[in-house]
């Protein structure tokens, strides 16, 4: 939808297919930390205004270890801060503004089939209303998630995979009490990593570190709250804000990346072609990221009879994607405990993160990172 309200403010028409229903999209939580470019690459889409209204703007964020807090001033490092706001209130915008363009999208199409992508006349088949469709195209852009149909249209032989999985997951809970830090607390416990955040200023987003095959039927209310308090004591007494939990689920950990993006008139993007581990807060992000680059390849294609871009979408992109998977893969192993660590490793983490709070060029290093990489469009 980002990547359709970008080519429609240039004069390029689209046509979106969604599997699911608009329902569905505008209330399925998912992730809410922006990059300073994510929150400018929104308000130029014409989308940013009630983000700007109610997303809350953070200049810093909180590594805890030890039993202490450390501040990692994002906005003195960098000169940016991040914006918290939720993914799903990001889609009610973008689903807002594409009713409103009067361009097609189309909630809750099956049966969808791609062909003749490697050719100068692509098309999609998809069954709507109990209809079946044809949609001849210029380019498909696969914005359809890990399990959709676009990357699962190649044959192997034509892509590569990169993945690791991680032997941990998330236990997330959306609670309604307001959270007990104005910024995200990440903190590395000796039973299991475990981070505060936020979607409003009175509904907390909190997380632990648990089993892939938790069982959430052991996980009461009580029982969340009593950990969650455990991993984020510290010696000045600080305390959670206790409310009603109104959603409690478990997510897996991965790193993957495709490799290339581009195939002929194809091109892959979001989680369709990559997952990071959400410690960096990288997901949404590095999606946005995409189709920025995607939609200025299609402007220099229609506007200018260039394919230069189109040409180099996948090698942009990817320079980004793998340096994003690096911090993600840093942050993961920075704070969270392995089963296969031993004491010596438990030190060196603890060193490694008070190097991280006593070392100004490793805080802007971590800074950096967490505001958001640039997207290197010229670079050759």
């Excluded at 632990?208 to 709250?225: A, F, G, H, T």
Aim: hydrophobic share 40%; charged share 25%.
């Amino acid at each position: 939808m980002l990547l359709a309200q970008l080519l429609h403010r240039i004069g390029i028409d689209s046509v979106i297919l969604e599997a699911k229903s608009r329902q569905y999209i505008e209330h399925r939580v998912r992730a809410g930390v922006l990059e300073h470019q994510s929150v400018d690459i929104l308000n130029e889409a014409g989308v940013g205004a009630r983000m700007m209204r109610e997303g809350l703007v953070h200049d810093g964020v909180i590594l805890q270890f030890a039993g202490e807090a450390h501040r990692i001033d994002l906005s003195s490092l960098t000169g940016h801060g991040v914006m918290i706001y939720g993914q799903q209130e990001v889609v009610k915008d973008l689903v807002a503004a594409r009713i409103q363009s009067g361009r097609p999208i189309h909630f809750e199409v099956e049966a969808v089939s791609l062909h003749d992508f490697d050719t100068d006349a692509p098309y999609v088949t998809y069954r709507s209303n109990r209809s079946d469709q044809r949609l001849d195209c210029d380019f498909i852009a696969g914005c359809d998630g890990f399990h959709g149909v676009c990357r699962a249209s190649l044959p192997a032989t034509r892509i590569e995979l990169f993945e690791r999985v991680y032997p941990f997951a998330w236990l997330g809970i959306l609670a309604d009490a307001e959270p007990a830090s104005d910024e995200l607390i990440y903190s590395n416990h000796e039973r299991g990593f475990a981070l505060l955040s936020m979607r409003s200023a009175s509904v907390g987003r909190l997380y632990l570190q648990c089993k892939p095959n938790e069982n959430l039927d052991e996980w009461s209310d009580d029982r969340v709250w009593e950990e969650l308090a455990r991993r984020f004591a510290r010696k000045d007494g600080f305390k959670l804000a206790v409310g009603p939990i109104i959603q409690k689920s478990v997510a897996p950990m991965r790193s993957f990346v495709a490799e290339p993006m581009r195939h002929g008139r194809l091109f892959l993007t979001g989680d369709a072609a990559h997952i990071v581990p959400p410690t960096g807060a990288k997901g949404m992000n590095l999606a946005v990221a995409d189709v920025k680059v995607l939609s200025l390849a299609l402007r220099a294609h229609y506007h200018e009879s260039r394919d230069d871009r189109l040409a180099s979408f996948s090698a942009t992109c990817l320079r980004r994607v793998w340096k994003v998977q690096r911090f993600s893969w840093w942050m993961t192993s920075l704070l969270h405990q392995f089963e296969s660590d031993n004491a010596f490793d438990r030190r060196r983490q603890i060193a490694e993160l008070d190097y991280l709070v006593s070392s100004e060029a490793a805080a802007r290093t971590l800074a950096e990172n967490y505001i958001g990489l640039p997207l290197e469009l010229d670079r050759p």
